[in-house]
């Protein structure tokens, strides 16, 4: 248990945390031996929100998912499977995934349109629905047992990944658990980054669309393993009520709390998925102040957890600097190189356009530790941002230039 | 000697090719033993036109090449350096590049004006002018021998990058000869992309830059090979008029074929680049085709050609469709799932947003080259565009993970 502040506490815990959800995982032979169907289930109707992968091809349980969240704004459960991404599946995949949520549905005896769809695994092949259908059943019977829904939608994951914070709105207790999977931002084989937030918070439904888009903007969208977007990337909130709270909306005096709780969550979850990146075995993050803008801020500070460079620098511990004043160069923010100063583990290496004497020696133990940060600061104004990152190592060529199997 | 259409023909050759040019290589002693310090020179000024960087932190060499043509728009030489960039080194940085070039003007006995520099190597550390100046007293010496200023101009380059075409206008023979000099687009240790064009045509000085200018961005700008841009990134062009023709305008009958013959220049030096990426092993070349306009067919074949897990795949010789179709659908262009068609080695991958029958072992085979063409149907528009990469390998990774020597 971690105190952050009077009105927000770290918990162990996840998706099942928050009061009235349960999850659950079980192996419906997708994959050989692991977990491959999840699903988490709230006892009652939850205002819902999602963010959608901006690829012009995405997957069919996302529209599913976009199909049940336009009728009310509402959900009851989500249903997940890994191994198959259904995407570039044509009018079949559809058909399967909008199969795989009525019979979820019909299984749980509610409205269809109370549940989502999630897929993550290999585009471009067709689910088995006998697997499928067969999973549900057995979902029915599963218990809510920690963890194993996290477990059954990792792919290439070497991790599972939740979290869970506390906090008191008007004097009632709620909880927020956070569960995601992903191992880059892209895997077009392995479609890829899936987020789910649980809250017991009453939400009014057009103020957790608006927090979930602004807090992923500066959470899971300011991370990158390999730069790209998949075709399967989503984001779900559900807040279902169960902690008795008044529903929140934006002129609530605790929304701000609220919002910081929902944001922890979500920078929680993207800062576990760059840390178990494709091969990777160092976080990075990028921190970058002065800028014009927050927007300036955060696109320089993904430009540098970006670059290929800073990324085998990090994973050579090697204090790089030129590499660093590359990936600020490049990018379309306002620079002024001579305002420019960056900093290594407290050390500053670049000031006035010219080099900085600094203790090599400390700045490879700094490098040797798995969790860096690229401070930059530029003096163009009061923007403030931070990145997320992975170092770039021969395992992720192991892992991405091997053969499909 | 190859025939390519009436006009234009390619021959052995490269920037000395050209009437009037000579160029020459010597080693000064800022690396340990290879050729450091070249220079080309123009028996008559010639017109000239430059691009530079976009970065933030342009090398000082480029603001005093800047300088120079801002003066009158001709030069009669240009004096380029490796091993050391000259970026990121202040005020005395500048001077040392005022320096160089007036240097070498007063050996050349010509205005300092009428001179362009050019640096390539490590980010942040000063010249050692004692070594520059007996290096410019070495190449008034120097025979102009072929080779000599390509290898002089190498960092982490395996091979020495030149060509040379020959067309005619208005019945005179003109020549048009290319060197450069580029490991990837950027290595910010390693400041980077340099490329130098000579011919002994007349051309008018409008005209010449803005026939640059309009093919760097389908040549050098189309390709990548870590995905950024260095400080001291310059193309520059130098038209001496000694081939007696009527001075090219655009409004002549033969613009066309001149500009023909710079566009082949100037691809052949950026594929070279590509190819001679770091840890390469193979081309890759991404041709749009259908795309609303050829600036969005430019923008997908670069995210093709710069998207880390088709270069994976490439080395992998694994024909997975799936890192294609992730790096299209991440682009900003218009793409309608259903449309697009992808193909490999004349094999059809993808079409109707499904995967379609191929014969692995054929893809594998092509994969097995040493050039590779992804081809991208989108049925949008008229619009086509190419990019050149290359694979991503596992000495990628130990050239830039090691630590700096």
């Keep these: 248990m971690i105190q952050l502040s009077e009105e927000i506490t770290k918990i162990k815990g996840g998706v099942s945390s928050p009061k009235g959800f349960?999850?659950?995982?079980?192996?419906?032979?997708?994959r050989y031996s692991k977990k491959d169907l999840g699903a988490i289930i709230s006892e009652a109707p939850a205002v819902s929100a999602a963010v959608y992968t901006q690829s012009h091809f995405q997957a069919a349980p996302l529209k599913v998912t976009q199909a049940s969240l336009k009728k009310e704004g509402v959900l009851q459960a989500v249903i997940v499977n890994s191994a198959?991404?259904?995407?570039?599946?044509?009018?079949?995949?559809?058909?399967?995934?909008?199969?795989?949520?009525?019979?979820?549905?019909?299984?749980?005896?509610?409205?269809?349109?109370?549940?989502?769809?999630?897929?993550?695994?290999?585009?471009?092949?067709?689910?088995?629905?006998?697997?499928?259908?067969?999973?549900?059943?057995?979902?029915?019977?599963?218990?809510?047992?920690?963890?194993?829904?996290?477990?059954?939608?990792?792919?290439?994951?070497?991790?599972?990944?939740?979290?869970?914070?506390?906090?008191?709105?008007?004097?009632?207790?709620?909880?927020?658990?956070?569960?995601?999977?992903g191992s880059g931002m892209i895997h077009p084989n392995m479609a890829t980054m899936l987020g789910f937030v649980t809250t017991d918070a009453a939400v009014e439904e057009q103020a957790l669309k608006n927090a979930l888009r602004e807090i992923t903007d500066v959470s899971f969208n300011q991370i990158t393993v390999d730069g790209e977007t998949s075709t399967n990337d989503m984001v779900l909130v559900m807040a279902n009520g169960c902690a008795g709270n008044d529903c929140l909306t934006e002129q609530h005096p605790d929304w701000p709390a609220f919002k910081k709780g929902l944001k922890l969550v979500c920078e929680d979850?993207?800062?576990?998925?760059?840390?178990?990146?494709?091969?990777?075995?160092?976080?990075i993050e990028a921190r970058v102040e002065g800028a014009k803008n927050n927007l300036e801020a955060n696109i320089i500070a993904k430009k540098i957890v970006g670059s290929s460079l800073v990324k085998t620098a990090v994973y050579g511990t090697d204090a790089n600097w030129g590499r660093i004043i590359g990936a600020i160069g490049h990018s379309a923010a306002s620079v002024t190189a001579e305002q420019v100063e960056v900093f290594l583990g407290g050390q500053c290496l670049f000031k006035h356009n010219e080099p900085q004497p600094f203790s090599e020696t400390d700045a490879k133990e700094y490098l040797s530790g798995d969790e860096i940060t690229i401070a930059v600061r530029l003096q163009e104004g009061s923007g403030s941002g931070r990145a997320w990152g992975c170092d770039l190592t021969y395992d992720y060529i192991k892992i991405n230039a091997s053969y499909r199997t």
């Design 22 to 30: 349960e999850a659950k995982g079980v192996h419906c032979g997708l």
């Design 269 to 283: 979850l993207a800062k576990d998925i760059a840390r178990d990146g494709e091969g990777a075995t160092k976080l």
């Design 84 to 181: 198959i991404a259904n995407a570039c599946t044509g009018d079949q995949g559809l058909k399967d995934a909008y199969e795989m949520r009525d019979g979820f549905a019909s299984q749980l005896g509610i409205e269809p349109e109370l549940v989502a769809v999630s897929s993550t695994g290999v585009i471009g092949e067709l689910l088995d629905m006998k697997k499928i259908q067969a999973g549900i059943e057995q979902l029915g019977q599963a218990p809510s047992v920690s963890g194993a829904f996290e477990e059954a939608i990792l792919t290439t994951d070497t991790v599972t990944k939740q979290t869970c914070y506390e906090l008191v709105i008007g004097g009632d207790i709620i909880t927020i658990g956070g569960a995601a999977k």
